[in-house]
């Protein structure tokens, strides 16, 4: 025990300063072979990950490292593999502080920035435009040190994420920042390595007119674990934090984020949980996804889709004000990652999933909400529908399911468009099970055809069939599953199986008829 004791350092929960990571006594998982890559095979780069995912310090440590600050890394692989003779100028510009709401906040901010180069640098400026200064910057660092400059942008996007809800102050702000960017390209003779980072994947040609050069490792598989934890880093870097804790909950609740390599962690669920020693939606709790759930409730969303939803390579790499697809939102905030990849010919196909529990309940638990109309309503419920199946009371599931539909307000009902589309009540049914993090599977494939939804829970299987009828129950939801022999495949899993069939009349907005059979 004294001998791990001592194997413990600090969580560097929030630090994104590589100098005191390395120099406060923080663990440190390297990603310095990573960093020494892509500076040998490459100059022009560009990565999209989402928020608290450590990009901050990945760009930290680039940058100590054109810098030539040796010291700060012995023991890691940059030690061997860098060239310390040279040292280059670096210039670093980060949106990632405040919200700017205009163009003129915007240029106001760019000016700060490039000030606080220049005193860096101890560099005047002689031009008074943002453009002008950004030139002469670029032009002053080299003429300084006769190296080529190094140029790390954080957090690129962060202004026009900021406005989306207001499309043309949106797009005014990406103009200007068209511009700012526009002087990469014209400075290139004296550039030794550019990186850019954000959360979302703006067009080249709407936001970097001339940089066709830019190198997207966003799904690149060799980059996959660019950003997070993987399996290994928690054995080798985080061992004394894991006693007392369940690895394969730790995976289920944390990992499974995924950009066509190696699955990765979320830095910051990992940490926070190292620390509070708890399973807790860290990660989702730091921001809402406000706009999101409203774009969703908009677009009549399926939910019961987004666990598996089936898209291409273009759709979920393309993004900008006026065209934001579900998939791409989706995916490059987190909330949905890469489950499967098939290549057909010149194209590819993705079927996105949600990367883990943490996600799955999170997300759902704020879809089910906006679904029933009401904050405070599914709350009343959840715990009420764990118990049930905990005790495997399938009798009880049939008042309560009723007591939910029937909370939902009529008139929001009636008046809100989401709840007259086709799949509202499933998505409300889906969306109620999903919240508490269940292992549930849709379209459940068997030899007969597909079981509309399968939740194994507490050593018990629950497979569910659901009908929509116009107002009077029918009874062929139950007998769909028992016809086609759906339980046959868990009879070999030896745990109780209950048939449940649902139908659902859109006339009285309820269920009306609830069948079971149990074996």
Request: glycine letters at 6%; a negative charge.
């Amino acid at each position: 025990m004294a001998t791990q004791q001592k194997l413990r350092q600090k969580l560097p929960i929030g630090i994104q300063t590589f100098r005191e990571m390395r120099e406060g006594g923080y663990y440190y998982v390297d990603k310095t072979a990573i960093a020494c890559q892509l500076a040998q095979e490459g100059k022009y780069y560009f990565l999209s990950r989402p928020r608290r995912f450590g990009k901050s310090l990945f760009l930290d440590t680039l940058k100590e490292l054109f810098e030539g600050n040796e010291p700060l890394f012995k023991g890691l692989a940059a030690e061997e593999e860098w060239d310390w003779s040279k040292k280059h100028p670096v210039i670093r510009i980060s949106f990632a502080e405040g919200v700017l709401h205009s163009v003129a906040a915007l240029q106001n901010r760019i000016l700060e920035i490039l000030d606080d180069e220049a005193k860096t640098n101890r560099l005047s400026y002689k031009t008074d435009s943002i453009v002008g200064r950004f030139i002469e910057l670029i032009r002053q660092c080299h003429q300084q040190t006769g190296q080529k400059v190094v140029i790390l942008i954080d957090e690129y996007d962060k202004p026009i994420l900021d406005n989306l809800t207001h499309s043309d102050q949106a797009r005014a702000i990406r103009d200007e920042l068209r511009n700012f960017y526009s002087v990469i390209k014209g400075q290139d003779a004296l550039l030794r390595f550019v990186f850019l980072t954000g959360v979302s994947k703006f067009s080249k040609v709407s936001l970097f007119s001339g940089l066709n050069n830019l190198n997207d490792i966003t799904l690149d598989a060799r980059y996959s674990a660019i950003c997070g934890y993987t399996d290994a880093d928690l054995d080798q870097v985080f061992a004394p934090e894991l006693e007392g804790l369940d690895r394969n909950q730790v995976r289920e609740w944390y990992n499974g984020y995924n950009w066509l390599g190696e699955s990765v962690y979320n830095p910051f669920d990992l940490l926070l949980l190292f620390q509070k020693r708890e399973f807790r939606a860290f990660w989702f709790e730091t921001g809402t996804p406000t706009f999101l759930i409203d774009l969703l409730q908009k677009r009549q969303t399926f939910t019961p889709e987004l666990s598996q939803l089936v898209t291409m390579e273009t759709l979920i790499s393309r993004f900008d004000v006026d065209d934001m697809p579900t998939e791409a939102l989706m995916f490059q905030t987190g909330y949905l990652t890469i489950g499967e990849s098939f290549r057909m010919g010149a194209l590819t196909e993705y079927t996105l999933k949600y990367p883990n529990k943490e996600v799955q309940a999170s997300l759902n638990g704020v879809l089910l909400e906006m679904l029933m109309g009401n904050p405070s309503l599914p709350h009343q419920f959840t715990g009420k529908l764990y118990r049930l199946l905990t005790k495997g009371d399938v009798a009880g599931l049939q008042p309560l399911l009723k007591s939910l539909f029937a909370s939902i307000p009529y008139d929001w009902q009636r008046s809100n468009p989401i709840a007259n589309y086709e799949g509202y009540y499933a998505s409300v049914f889906y969306s109620f099970f999903a919240a508490l993090g269940l292992d549930i599977r849709l379209e459940d494939i068997t030899n007969k055809g597909r079981i509309d939804m399968t939740v194994q829970f507490a050593g018990r299987v629950f497979l569910f069939e659901f009908k929509v009828v116009e107002q009077v129950p029918e009874g062929k939801a139950l007998q769909q599953l028992i016809d086609k022999g759906y339980a046959d495949k868990y009879r070999a899993s030896g745990q109780p199986i209950h048939l449940i069939g649902l139908e659902f009349s859109k006339e009285q907005r309820q269920i009306v008829q609830f069948d079971v059979e149990s074996e």
